[in-house]
């Protein structure tokens, strides 16, 4: 069976990068751009970065900022509808995972309408052509939606998120410019921060990876585990690291998927609306001591990567506890939680459960698990 690795045409890295979109809008011959962004960007001036980029070039734009931080099929919808009167031929997306998942959904759904109700984008939909063009600014340095093949939409009336894999929706275009990321608070660079780094370790482990993916995905934990901390501190080379590190692992777990922590989360998300990479922070330890039998010598070039010393030393379990220890003391160290007893309710733990099972990540988990597994799970936490 061949292994697929699917990347943006073109990425841009580095501070001052957002001055590469006019080459890119005037090389490629777009004319109109829709701008996705949401309202907190626009509030505090970060999405104006972009557009006074775009202004100063004389390139049209229409700005649509109807997005929420778990952007839902109502938001997609209407996005569509924007899209259609504003008369533009491609996208920038400016934000988290959030407008980048918009600005995903609305572009396939423009050139697949028969996808309009949104629902059916859920898992691996058959659409025929790719999404209009997307040209991806990240904001934060987690999701790494701006190199990914996937989004998660929520879906309010049923209380879950659902996500859409599908390699016609990766944007043409990643510009990934740590000056974008430097006004993110303290908390959300630690929430995200923690998100790439479950990125990372659950794409390091799960069932699909192979020798790229893992290349890419050890590389992602290094850098991570030596920059979050300055990022929270918001230093330059903090912010840059984790700009960075972010996108590598994006660039393997996008092409070999995740695992029970991204499941047990989008649960999360959709029921107490919780960040998802809070959310994330609070599951990957205890997740990972669930799945340690089922990760071969994974956990020790996982330790290494942390800057764990002596792992050749070590025994099996004592090197798979120094992973998870090391996991727990970045986490501690960003302000994380450390458990979820602030944010679920015992009677919840059947649904939760049972959504996180049904969720597109679980199959590439490590270990096989079940429902009762994923709820002892959410009680250990509690």
Same mark, same amino acid.
């Given at each position: 069976?061949?292994?697929?690795?699917?990347? !943006?045409?073109?990425?841009?890295?580095?501070?001052?990068?957002?001055?590469?979109?006019?080459?890119?809008?005037?090389?490629?011959?777009?004319?109109?751009?829709?701008?996705?962004?949401?309202?907190?960007?626009?509030?505090?001036?970060?999405?104006?970065?972009?557009?006074?980029?775009?202004?100063?070039?004389?390139?049209?734009?229409?700005?649509?900022? !109807?997005?929420?931080?778990?952007?839902?099929?109502?938001?997609?919808?209407?996005?569509?509808?924007?899209?259609?009167?504003?008369?533009?031929?491609?996208?920038?997306?400016?934000?988290?995972?959030?407008?980048?998942?918009?600005?995903?959904?609305?572009?396939?759904?423009?050139?697949?309408?028969?996808?309009?109700?949104?629902?059916?984008?859920?898992?691996?939909?058959?659409?025929?052509? /790719?999404?209009?063009?997307?040209?991806?600014?990240?904001?934060?340095?987690?999701?790494?939606?701006?190199?990914?093949?996937?989004?998660?939409?929520?879906?309010?009336?049923?209380?879950?998120?659902?996500?859409?894999?599908?390699?016609?929706?990766? /944007?043409?275009?990643?510009?990934?410019?740590?000056?974008?990321?430097?006004?993110?608070?303290?908390?959300?660079?630690?929430?995200?921060?923690?998100?790439?780094?479950?990125?990372?370790?659950?794409?390091?482990?799960?069932?699909?990876?192979?020798?790229?993916?893992?290349?890419?995905?050890?590389?992602?934990?290094?850098?991570?585990?030596?920059?979050?901390?300055?990022?929270?501190? !918001?230093?330059?080379?903090?912010?840059?690291?984790?700009?960075?590190?972010?996108?590598?692992?994006?660039?393997?777990?996008?092409?070999?998927?995740?695992?029970?922590?991204?499941?047990?989360?989008?649960?999360?998300?959709?029921?107490?609306?919780?960040?998802?990479?809070?959310?994330?922070?609070?599951?990957?330890?205890?997740?990972?001591?669930? !799945?340690?039998?089922?990760?071969?010598?994974?956990?020790?070039?996982?330790?290494?990567?942390?800057?764990?010393?002596?792992?050749?030393?070590?025994?099996?379990?004592?090197?798979?506890?120094?992973?998870?220890?090391?996991?727990?003391?970045?986490?501690?160290?960003?302000?994380?939680?450390?458990?979820?007893?602030?944010?679920?309710?015992?009677?919840?733990?059947?649904?939760?459960?049972?959504?996180?099972?049904?969720?597109?990540?679980? /199959?590439?988990? /490590?270990?096989?698990?079940?429902?009762?597994?994923?709820?002892?799970?959410?009680?250990?936490?509690?």
């Amino acid at each position: 069976m061949a292994s697929r690795i699917v990347l !943006n045409e073109t990425s841009y890295h580095g501070a001052g990068a957002i001055q590469e979109i006019v080459t890119e809008v005037k090389n490629r011959g777009f004319s109109k751009a829709f701008v996705c962004s949401d309202p907190d960007l626009v509030k505090f001036g970060v999405s104006a970065k972009v557009t006074n980029v775009l202004q100063e070039a004389g390139l049209a734009y229409e700005l649509y900022s !109807n997005i929420k931080p778990n952007p839902t099929i109502e938001n997609v919808q209407t996005g569509v509808a924007a899209f259609r009167a504003s008369g533009a031929d491609y996208i920038i997306a400016i934000g988290g995972g959030s407008s980048m998942d918009t600005a995903k959904a609305v572009g396939i759904i423009i050139a697949n309408p028969e996808f309009e109700d949104v629902r059916s984008l859920e898992g691996v939909a058959p659409t025929k052509n /790719p999404c209009v063009p997307i040209i991806a600014v990240p904001t934060t340095a987690g999701t790494a939606a701006e190199v990914t093949i996937n989004y998660v939409i929520t879906d309010v009336e049923k209380k879950r998120k659902f996500v859409c894999v599908d390699v016609h929706d990766i /944007p043409v275009v990643a510009i990934i410019d740590p000056e974008m990321m430097s006004t993110m608070p303290k908390g959300l660079t630690a929430a995200t921060g923690m998100d790439a780094l479950t990125h990372a370790i659950e794409g390091y482990t799960t069932k699909a990876a192979w020798e790229m993916t893992d290349m890419f995905h050890l590389k992602a934990i290094e850098i991570i585990s030596r920059s979050l901390r300055g990022a929270v501190a !918001n230093t330059p080379e903090g912010r840059e690291g984790m700009a960075l590190g972010q996108y590598v692992a994006g660039m393997g777990f996008s092409n070999v998927g995740l695992g029970i922590v991204h499941s047990m989360a989008h649960s999360l998300g959709a029921v107490y609306d919780t960040p998802h990479g809070v959310a994330n922070a609070i599951l990957l330890p205890t997740v990972m001591e669930y !799945n340690a039998e089922a990760t071969g010598d994974k956990y020790k070039y996982i330790a290494q990567a942390m800057g764990v010393e002596g792992t050749e030393q070590m025994s099996v379990e004592e090197y798979r506890k120094a992973a998870v220890d090391a996991v727990k003391k970045l986490s501690a160290d960003v302000g994380i939680p450390a458990d979820l007893k602030a944010i679920v309710k015992e009677e919840d733990i059947p649904f939760l459960a049972e959504s996180a099972y049904a969720d597109a990540c679980r /199959p590439g988990n /490590p270990k096989d698990t079940c429902v009762e597994d994923i709820m002892a799970l959410y009680r250990s936490l509690m």
